[in-house]
C-alpha cells in the first residue's frame, strides 16, 4: 500500500443520522483524510453493506481507499481497498488468504509480539493504541508514546497512532515514527468536519516530516 494513504486515517462512529454521517465523511475528505475506515459493530449485514455501498461512492469520488472493519464479506460485495481486523478478529494469514494480495490488511496491535506476529501473517500496517483515553472503545489497551517507537522499530510496515487524539494532543505525538493519525471524535464529532481534517493533517505532516 501507499504509506502517504495513513497519514490522516479516519475512523467512522456509529451510524445514528445518515445523512449526516455521510456529509461528515465527505467533509472530512475536502479536508483532507488520506484513508477512511468504516466501523459499524452491531450493525446487521444488510444494513451495514448499504451504508458501505454509499459510503464507498463518496471515497471513490475522492480518490481515497476505503477499508471495512472486520466484516472480509462487506469488503468484498463492495470492492473496496481493504479490511482492518483486531486482536480477536479474523486471524490475518486466514484473512490473507481470503482475500488475496492486492487488498489491504490492517491490524490491530498493542505490543512488540502482536506486530511482529500481523507483519508475519501478512498485514499492510499496524493501528497502534490507544495513545490517549477514549470512549470510543471500552477496555482499550494503553499504548504509551515510547511503546509506538518500540513497535515501529520491530516491524518493517508503516504503524498509525490510534486513540483519544484530538487537536490538543495530537502533537504531542512528535518524536514518534509513525506514519500517521487515525481519529474518530476529533472529526466525525466536530462541529466543522472539514476544518478539523484540516488542521489535523497539517499536524500529522509535521510529526511524520520531523527529523
Given at each position: 500500500m501507499n504509506t502517504s494513504d495513513l497519514e490522516l486515517y479516519l475512523v467512522t462512529n456509529p451510524l445514528e443520522d445518515e445523512d449526516k454521517f455521510l456529509n461528515t465523511i465527505e467533509e472530512s475528505?475536502?479536508?483532507?483524510?488520506?484513508?477512511?475506515?468504516?466501523?459499524?459493530?452491531?450493525?446487521?449485514?444488510?444494513?451495514?453493506?448499504?451504508?458501505?455501498?454509499?459510503?464507498?461512492?463518496?471515497?471513490?469520488k475522492y480518490d481515497v481507499p476505503l477499508i471495512i472493519n472486520d466484516r472480509i464479506d462487506i469488503m468484498l460485495a463492495i470492492d473496496c481497498a481493504g479490511i482492518h481486523i483486531g486482536q480477536s478478529d479474523m486471524p490475518c494469514n486466514i484473512a490473507r488468504e481470503m482475500i488475496g494480495n492486492e487488498k489491504i490488511i490492517g491490524v490491530s496491535a498493542h505490543s512488540i509480539a502482536e506486530a511482529k506476529k500481523a507483519q508475519e501473517d501478512g498485514a499492510d500496517y499496524l493501528g497502534c493504541g490507544a495513545v490517549y483515553p477514549t470512549k470510543t472503545k471500552k477496555n482499550a489497551n494503553h499504548v504509551p508514546k515510547e511503546m509506538l517507537n518500540d513497535i515501529a522499530d520491530s516491524v518493517d510496515i508503516p504503524i498509525v497512532a490510534i486513540g483519544g487524539i484530538n487537536l490538543e494532543n495530537a502533537m504531542n505525538l512528535a518524536g514518534t515514527d509513525i506514519a500517521g493519525l487515525c481519529v474518530v471524535s476529533a472529526i466525525m464529532n466536530a462541529e466543522n468536519p472539514k476544518k478539523a481534517s484540516e488542521k489535523l493533517l497539517e499536524i500529522s505532516k509535521n510529526i511524520i516530516n520531523e527529523d
Open positions: 475528505l475536502k479536508g483532507g483524510v488520506t484513508i477512511v475506515q468504516l466501523r459499524e459493530k452491531d450493525k446487521d449485514t444488510g444494513d451495514f453493506y448499504n451504508i458501505a455501498v454509499k459510503v464507498k461512492e463518496i471515497t471513490d
